[in-house]
């Protein structure tokens, strides 16, 4: 008879649920669906409950946000921070460490970038107001394409896993670097500096040797009321404590092991599906959905996504390839790169983030997101069409 109480056994279910390759994206899929059916059948009461203003803090110093922007600014930098200790693992540690083996994926990704956001303004118009959502398809949805990989099986080589997981982590470190350049709201430069002198700290803290997350949370909260009160974006916040993370044992302790022990579940479980449900509210009316497929900021995003990103991933990892700067495993047929590439089309995360920063009018903003949401179901769909096909011919050829 075991003697796990029922609630180790309950911790430990939630723990290998939540580090699942399939689990999570099907619980932030589920929460997504859930909150596009939600303002679709009761627009006015998920606008209510979105809507709802919270504070935090004491009187004079308190934060208010709506409850779509404590998950958006709030929530989403633990998001971002288990993106930065990845990122610090990765180069320290990792994959990444070799800079021959760095340099395909990171090249692949500027690729992903750099065609999308070029689709996007040309479909868009040089010049124009929309055109200011060029950064919306430039990111690839890490807990999404890994999981679509994981449901493909065996047909997925190891390095090819690894493979789109540095490009999507390349890829995202791109995209919160625009957010950070480009997103930033009028300037505070007092504010500015207070959060330069508290990430100086952060790193006088570090070279101390101090490795307690317990240490860490309050100069990490005071990071982010800096962020916030200088006008950029505060998640940023995440990705600098993440980085900042010691890759290797601190006095034996395995400080990133541990804060993805604690963080992990409650990013994927709770905070990645808010952020599903609270941003993929897309009210569509029957008289609308023709003016919004036509919408030409909806057909830049889906056509960045799908498009776009096949043609810079591809282009740019065989250039890469050719020139010599990047290595591709010998595990991994060539074939299988373009589906792959097409797989880096699912946007839906950080794309939906960039959406929200990008345009206020409620109607292009509900056309933007309607660009992720088909553009990412089309790019998953088709490249995984896509990656059965060219899976088997090469499995064919290996066995002739």
Same mark, same amino acid.
């Given at each position: 008879m ?5 609630g ?6 939630v ?40 504070s ?13 922007g ?5 929530? $989403? ?5 288990a993106?930065?200790?990845?990122? %610090?693992?990765?180069?320290?540690v990792g994959q990444?460490? &070799? ?5 395909l994926?990171? /090249?692949?990704? *500027?690729?992903g $970038?750099? !065609? ?13 107001g ?10 690839? &949805?890490?807990?999404?394409t890994?999981?679509v ?16 997981l540095a490009l ?7 995209? !919160?670097? !625009? ?16 959060? /330069? ?8 803290m ?10 860490f949370l ?11 009160e ?6 940023? *916040? ?7 993370t ?11 092991a &541990? ?6 579940p409650?990013?994927?479980l709770i ?8 941003n993929? @509210? ?8 023709a003016?919004?497929?036509?919408s ?6 889906? $056509?960045?996504?799908?498009v776009? %990103?096949?043609? @810079?991933i591809?282009? *740019?990892t ?9 290595s ?12 792959t ?7 839906f995360? /950080?794309?939906?983030?960039?959406a929200?920063?990008t ?16 553009g990412s179901?089309?790019?998953g ?11 088997r011919?090469?499995?064919?050829d290996? %066995?002739?």
């Amino acid at each position: 008879m075991s003697s796990t109480t029922p609630g180790a056994w309950l911790i430990a279910t939630v723990h290998r649920f939540a580090a699942s390759a399939v689990g999570p994206p099907a619980l932030l899929l589920a929460a997504a669906v859930a909150g596009f059916a939600w303002i679709n059948i009761d627009a006015a009461n998920y606008e209510r409950i979105w809507s709802t203003v919270l504070s935090a803090g004491p009187s004079g110093f308190a934060v208010e946000h709506d409850l779509h922007g404590w998950v958006n600014d709030a929530l $989403m930098v633990l998001f971002f921070f288990a993106v930065g200790i990845e990122v %610090k693992r990765e180069m320290v540690v990792g994959q990444l460490r &070799d800079p021959k083996v760095a340099t395909l994926p990171v /090249v692949a990704a *500027a690729g992903g $970038m750099i !065609i999308p956001a070029i689709l996007y303004v040309a479909v868009n118009g040089v010049g124009s107001g929309d055109a200011s959502g060029w950064a919306i398809p430039v990111a690839t &949805d890490i807990a999404f394409t890994l999981g679509v990989l994981a449901l493909l099986g065996r047909r997925v080589p190891v390095e090819l896993r690894l493979f789109v997981l540095a490009l999507a982590i390349a890829d995202d470190v791109g995209g !919160i670097l !625009i957010i950070a350049i480009f997103f930033a709201d009028d300037i505070s430069i007092p504010y500015l500096g207070l959060a /330069v002198a508290i990430v100086a700290l952060t790193v006088a803290m570090r070279i101390s040797g101090l490795s307690s997350p317990a240490a860490f949370l309050p100069v990490g909260l005071m990071l982010w009321l800096a962020l916030t009160e200088a006008g950029i974006e505060p998640t940023i *916040a995440g990705v600098l404590l993440g980085l900042l993370t010691p890759a290797l044992p601190v006095r034996g302790r395995d400080v990133i092991a &541990d804060l993805e022990r604690v963080i992990s579940p409650w990013v994927a479980l709770i905070i990645l599906p808010l952020f599903g449900l609270a941003n993929a @509210g897309v009210a569509i009316e029957a008289s609308e959905v023709a003016s919004a497929v036509t919408s030409p900021v909806a057909l830049g995003v889906s $056509m960045g996504l799908v498009v776009g %990103k096949c043609l @810079g991933i591809t282009a *740019a990892t065989f250039w890469a390839l050719r020139s010599g700067i990047g290595s591709l495993p010998e595990t991994v047929d060539r074939r299988l790169i373009a589906p792959t590439s097409l797989l880096g089309g699912i946007g839906f995360t /950080v794309a939906l983030f960039v959406a929200d920063l990008t345009f206020q009018d409620p109607e292009i903003l509900g056309q933007a997101k309607l660009g992720v949401l088909t553009g990412s179901l089309t790019a998953g769909l088709l490249g995984t069409a896509w990656f059965l096909h060219a899976s088997r011919a090469v499995a064919s050829d290996d %066995k002739g």
